[in-house]
């Protein structure tokens, strides 16, 4: 089992809609949770943290299921400049070789 | 600010060959890091630095080496490249403790060896 997975999509939604992806990992001490969105051929840039008390910042919000180890991204109405891929980060431990990225999941909007 | 710069950002290698990777970072960050990227696979941390003059090994180091001689600066090193070493390289930086700050990316080395 993958330490951190995420469902690879593509998701292919029309614009203006809503869509969730969720992130599983496997170490139950893990202690921070990140989204980082990369668009095509470009760098990671951090979208948002992910805290305990779940968190939202405008059409985006994440969440985190500690029990279910879990954490989820939901986009509300969503735009073309969304189509990206979407990476779940997780530090399992207290040293740098313990921040885990998952795979991605591929984010397409269409008109 | 620059932020995080990559050299070069394309290179195409024979097998065998070596090359360096340069990484450097105007934001006076402690912790600066290299991963590869390879399609269907999550990054994967190759060696990071936690400041000036150390280095440590992450998950998939064999093949590369790292220095860190200025806290600015964080060179990769292939010293014979193979293959298997074809990959998109990303530099990283965080600016304190690792895991619990955002980590800010360059805009990656595309590499390939035939």
């Known amino acids: 089992r993958k330490e951190v997975e995420q469902d690879p999509g593509p998701f292919n939604v029309p614009e203006g809609a809503t869509v969730a992806f969720n992130c599983t990992y496997s170490?139950?001490?893990?202690?921070?949770f990140f989204w980082y969105r990369q668009d095509c051929r470009k760098e990671p840039k951090l979208l948002m943290s992910v805290y305990s008390s779940g968190n939202e910042d405008g059409r985006f919000t994440a969440q985190l299921n500690r029990a279910s180890q879990y954490i989820s991204l939901l986009i509300r109405d969503s735009k073309l400049s969304d189509s990206a891929t979407y990476l779940c980060v997780v530090n399992m431990g207290s040293s740098a070789s313990k921040i885990i990225f998952g795979s991605g999941t591929r984010l397409s909007i269409r008109p | 600010n620059a932020g995080v710069t990559q050299t070069p950002k394309f290179r195409v290698l024979k097998t065998g060959q070596s090359m360096t990777l340069l990484c450097a970072q105007d934001?006076?960050?402690?912790?600066m890091y290299w991963y590869r990227q390879d399609p269907g696979m999550g990054l994967r941390l190759i060696h990071y630095?936690?400041?000036?003059?150390?280095?440590a090994k992450g998950e998939v180091p064999d093949g590369y080496n790292v220095s860190r001689l200025k806290k600015q600066n964080f060179l990769l090193g292939l010293e014979s490249a193979a293959p298997s070493q074809t990959s998109v390289y990303f530099c990283?930086?965080?600016?304190?403790?690792?895991?619990?700050?955002?980590?800010?990316f360059g805009p990656g080395t595309r590499l390939t060896v035939l």
């Open positions: 934001m006076n960050h402690e912790y």
């Open positions: 630095s936690v400041g000036e003059g150390t280095t």
């Open positions: 990283a930086s965080t600016k304190t403790r690792e895991g619990t700050d955002t980590q800010y």
């Open positions: 170490n139950s001490a893990s202690q921070s």
